[in-house]
């Protein structure tokens, strides 16, 4: 039994935002139907950076295909509706009402709907704007926080879309526990612009406590003396931090280096002060020793250090692996792969894996009682 086992979802979006909040809401046991246009949601083809899109997000999903320019479509897709707890979409201002699906036709129809409208922006000035996870990056000051001084860099990763997906998912559970009270849905909404303001809150906070700007996060002042990348013997980049004066008198235990004990490096403050001779003292000192000593002297010292990873080095993790961080699924032209699962647990189960990456239109005749437009024409 899972959190939303019997809760409907009709899943109309495509790319990170929509499917992120899909894949939430499916892992934990909804139903969600995925419909797509004719030929499929085109994230399917996307290459390059969008390669991985449809693969990481679109598991424990149903595919219908439906074409909203016909009329018997419509009324199917209205029909799918009128028996769903939740709507998702993240198309531009409108484009739903266009087509007469719009969440006002839905509502009325089902008034126990939940309708998630997943946008660049929030209600306000911004609305109608044009929204990309590297836009608000910028426009919030993620970007400036992120790269070097003078030069903004967007994150490695899309995370405004992810996270507005996860605050899409926590909207549309907090409207289903009201809706336990009030016999009625709503429409709630997440946007990109709003996700990564709250993504930045805490240098904004920092400047209301200090008055002072924060700098970008790799030109700033550390509050650490040692909280740095360093290379190891073996030419392999890890991250080591000592934190507390206890760290630090334990890294110099574990080092043999009680020349690093002199009132020079005394407290925190004071090594802070002095990073500018203490960083390099220290990577000459890990520089003789490979990253696989290095990782081994931190865990038994309880030091915080992680090695430079790339993503996909992540398929090879002890723990990601014992602790059930992946699902096996297959690509959908057959290969074998493995994609993160959601980072939670219930109880002690990891969400876990219903249904494989669907198929354009896999599940029309299971769902609409007729095949996917093109496999009709097929057949």
């Not at 526990?177 to 303001?197: D, I, P, Y």
């Not at 931090?241 to 206890?246: E, P, W």
Request: charged content about 20%.
């Amino acid at each position: 039994m899972l959190p939303l086992e019997g809760i409907r979802v009709i899943e109309f979006s495509h790319m990170v935002m929509g499917p992120t909040c899909g894949v939430i809401l499916a892992d934990l046991g909804a139903e969600v139907i995925k419909v797509e246009p004719p030929g499929g949601d085109r994230t399917r083809a996307l290459t390059a950076s969008g390669a991985g899109f449809f693969p990481a997000l679109n598991r424990n999903k149903k595919s219908v295909v439906l074409d909203t320019a016909l009329e018997r479509d419509r009324e199917a897709l209205l029909e799918l509706t009128d028996n769903a707890d939740v709507v998702i979409e993240n198309f531009r201002p409108g484009a739903l009402d266009e087509r007469g699906i719009g969440f006002d036709t839905l509502r009325a129809r089902n008034p126990r709907l939940v309708c998630l409208s997943l946008k660049g922006f929030l209600p306000g000035p911004y609305e109608k704007r044009t929204a990309l996870d590297e836009v608000v990056q910028m426009m919030a000051g993620l970007a400036y926080m992120t790269g070097p001084p003078g030069r903004p860099l967007r994150a490695g990763a899309p995370v405004n879309d992810m996270m507005g997906g996860m605050f899409g998912a926590i909207a549309v559970m907090g409207a289903l526990m009201e809706r336990n009270t009030t016999g009625v849905g709503q429409v709630v909404q997440s946007a990109l612009f709003e996700t990564c303001t709250f993504l930045v809150s805490t240098a904004m906070m920092q400047k209301a406590i200090t008055g002072v700007e924060p700098p970008p996060m790799p030109g700033g002042r550390r509050s650490w003396g040692v909280y740095d990348i360093f290379t190891a013997s073996d030419g392999v980049q890890i991250f080591v931090g000592v934190v507390t004066d206890r760290q630090w008198q334990i890294f110099a235990d574990i080092l043999k280096r009680p020349d690093l004990i002199v009132p020079e490096f005394g407290n925190n403050a004071a090594r802070s002060l002095a990073r500018e001779k203490l960083i390099p003292m220290v990577q000459e000192i890990l520089g003789a020793y490979t990253v696989s000593e290095i990782e081994s002297m931190c865990e038994k010292a309880g030091l915080p250090f992680a090695r430079i990873n790339k993503p996909w080095d992540l398929l090879d993790d002890p723990h990601l692996n014992a602790s059930g961080g992946f699902h096996d699924v297959h690509l959908t032209n057959g290969t074998p792969t493995r994609a993160p699962a959601l980072p939670i647990l219930l109880g002690d189960r990891r969400p876990g894996l219903r249904l494989d990456l669907p198929q354009v239109g896999e599940h029309n005749f299971e769902i609409l009682g007729r095949e996917a437009p093109g496999k009709e024409a097929a057949e």
